[in-house]
């Protein structure tokens, strides 16, 4: 079998990519040390954290709002875009999120967060965000440099998760996120290069999905996961996927599936040992309807561990493990994302407010 032949991830491109892979959950680790330094002291109370930032940055907002969901009285707002949602006050804590720090949707809404007074830190690596953050006197983590943005989602999670904790706006020891990292890593063993097909989820799901479409259909606790796998499809596998959440599949999706899809469409689903009844019933019968009647080619991964940390973290790598074996049955190269280099740099506009924000805070662009 194609993924089980070694001399596969000798090219130069899948043994970079893969350096990435596996340096994932120290990554989430070293993430959580590099923001010990930073204690906010926000004058007002805070009532709700919005994240800004867009692409694989913008994942850290969804991944920790889903890790945290049960341990926090606030909503997250992980809002995508240039401005920020008009309905925001005052005791909103706005968490800015850019691994270049040169996007210029991010650094759009920073500049909006500041003009409006709101409490704030930001993560990146470096770029114009980390100039403009200590002209504004803006908190920031600074995150190791030199990865791919979608690999550093980690090490921005870890920064998050640690900031947010140590303001107590999360309840969440440290070592209880470290214990995640030890048990995720059972996970990533798992489906290492060297584990066989036979016995490696993250090829056996590869191979049935690397030449169609793939849906990716989660529930609620992983369905931050979904996005991350559906976005690592798009950019390391150059393909195309979609990210649906249950109970909504059900009432929609669910529709428009039939026996001819089957050679060009599949579906992946996230899994759990602890899914509430009604989501379990539900996830079932959708698979059997999907699989034995319609003949879809359905794959389950299930997120290992009895925590909601170690499930998130665990399913994310070997999701992440997923969109990499799929781009070597592709013959892609997982590193280059060429034309999102392409959209960001043409469009003017963009260049044209990274001038001015570099312009209005007196910095080099
Ligand atoms: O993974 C990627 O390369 C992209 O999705 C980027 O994350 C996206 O373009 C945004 O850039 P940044 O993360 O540097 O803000």
New binding site residues.
């Given amino acids: 079998m194609m993924l089980d032949e070694l001399n596969l991830y000798e090219k130069s491109e899948a043994r970079e990519f893969l350096a990435q892979l596996r340096a994932e959950l120290d990554g989430f680790l070293e993430g959580m040390k590099s923001a010990e330094a930073i204690s906010l002291k926000p004058h007002r109370n805070i009532t709700s954290i919005v994240f800004l ?7 850290v907002g969804d991944l920790l709002s889903d890790i945290t969901a049960k341990r926090r009285d606030l909503p997250i707002i992980c809002h995508k875009d240039y401005s920020l949602p008009p309905y925001l006050t005052k005791d909103v804590l706005a968490v800015a ?7 210029a ?2 650094l759009s809404a920073i500049v909006e967060a500041y003009d409006a007074g709101l409490p704030m830190f930001g993560i ?2 470096g ?1 114009l ?1 980390e100039k403009i953050c200590k002209k504004m006197g803006i908190p920031i983590v600074k995150v190791r440099d030199g990865l ?5 989602v980690p090490h921005m999670l870890g920064a998050a998760v640690s900031v947010l904790t140590n303001a107590g706006l999360i309840k969440m020891s440290a070592d209880e996120l470290r214990n995640a990292v030890e048990n995720a890593r059972r996970a990533q063993e798992s489906v290492e290069v060297h584990v066989g097909l036979e016995s490696n989820i993250a090829k056996q799901v590869a191979n049935q999905i690397y030449n169609k479409v793939t849906f990716i259909y989660s529930h609620g606790l992983l369905s931050s996961v979904g996005y991350r796998l559906k ?1 690592q499809l798009n ?1 390391n596998a150059k393909m195309l996927a979609v990210n649906q959440c249950l109970p909504e599949i059900l009432h929609n999706d669910i529709e428009g599936w039939s026996p001819a899809l089957a050679n060009c469409l599949a579906v992946v689903v996230l899994r759990h040992k602890d899914e509430p009844l009604a989501v379990k019933e539900a996830l079932d019968r959708m698979e059997v309807f999907l699989g034995e009647q319609l003949g879809i080619s359905v794959s389950r991964i299930v997120g290992d561990g009895n925590d909601d940390a170690t499930k998130i973290l665990s399913s994310m790598v070997i999701c992440d493990y997923v969109s990499f074996y799929t781009a070597m049955m592709r013959g892609v190269n997982p590193i280059r ?1 060429d034309r ?1 280099k392409s959209m ?1 740099e043409g469009i003017i506009s963009n260049s044209r407010l990274l001038e001015q924000v570099a312009k209005r805070f007196e910095v080099k662009p």
């Fill in positions: 930032g867009v692409g694989g940055s913008g994942i999120v850019s691994y270049s720090g040169n996007t949707e991010t990146t690596s770029g965000m791919l943005p979608r690999m550093a976005c950019e994302v999102i960001r």
